[in-house]
């Protein structure tokens, strides 16, 4: 058999990776993966380290999630090992790959005897996953591919010592992958050569992502008018703060947050100062099958964050037929490059998104329109580009390209 028929093995490392007590953590690697093993061209084992953490009680906070996950575990046929790492808070930045490497060495081993060898590491998010990984991989004479999702550009090397960890990872690598045009931009703002980095955006999966029967969910939920939805982590970085600045200026709007985190208590309190309770709803994090609904019940999605990679959110609301409007940050434009997917907002404050919010609905674009843009986001092309330069890699032996 032809060396190019053989299915590449790949051991796929990564700390962002669903697991059963976090079934939408990083659920971006595990759709990515997903559909590139679909295409038998790729046969892969995981390796998806979990912190360390004793207590499964739920007094401990979002810590006891770390211990509820199991250390196997099964996921749409593919198996996954979660071996425990070392996470010291605050203080440990800067040791944090060596601790990742050296704890999860012994699991990246096994899954290489297990699969009777591989030929590329696949890891995902650059700091620290990717340094250990290259670590690992120079350790068992594996060549590397690190793909760059977003924090680990641009914010992470605004730190002087990751940043040159991430560099020296990079030039040491076989492959480098980034899920945005601008993200490959600011990398090859650092020392690390744009030739070597390839741009891979995520895609959507277009059958779980599709409209849906709009009228039945509306009434369902008990939504009347104009419905606006933000989902993601209540983070500060999210600015789910926006939109829910922006509501007094939208009478008749409705707003529907979907997601869970340490922002939580601070919205509910901007919520009640501002009297809009009425018109805002909580909804808590969401299954990931939950949200066509939710997309497909909104007349929009704002997404107010301060800093993307590739937001699947945005293609996700979009193959509902919901358009979007988001800050015009990183990967964002990218994404709302026409007017039927949506419009970016001027500035990313409140009177930003109410400004933006009367301008689509000004002129809104039939939810076939939307669905049609991002018909064209397919995995397929990222499938492919991620088969090719595996197989350039191996081409050449695993050096670095």
Known sequence: MPRSSKPIRLITFSTLYPNAAQ???????ENRLRHLVASGAVVSRVVAPV?????KSSHFGHYAKFAQVPVWEERHGLTIHHPRFPLIPKIGMNVSPFLLAMATL??????????????????HYLFPDGVAAVMIGRLLGIPTVMTARGTDVNLIPRYKTPRRMIERAAANAAGLITVSAALKDELAAMDIEAGRITVLRNGVDLRLFRPLDRVATRRRLGLEGPVLISVGHLIERKGHRFAIEAMPSLPGFTLLIAGEGTERANLERLIARLGVGHRVRMLGARPHDELPELYGAADALILASSREGWPNVLLEAMACGTPVIATPVWGNPEVVAKPEAGLLMKTRSAQGVADA?????AALPTRE????????FSWDATTEGQIALFRSIMAKGGAAV
């Open 23 to 29: 079934p939408t953590h990083g659920i971006f690697v």
């Open 51 to 55: 912190p360390y953490f004793p207590f």
């Open 106 to 123: 012994t699991a990246v081993r096994a899954a290489v005897n297990a699969g009777g060898g591989a030929d590329i590491i696949d890891a």
């Open 357 to 361: 919010v009367n301008a689509l609905f």
């Open 369 to 376: 329109a939307t669905r049609d843009y991002a018909s064209a």
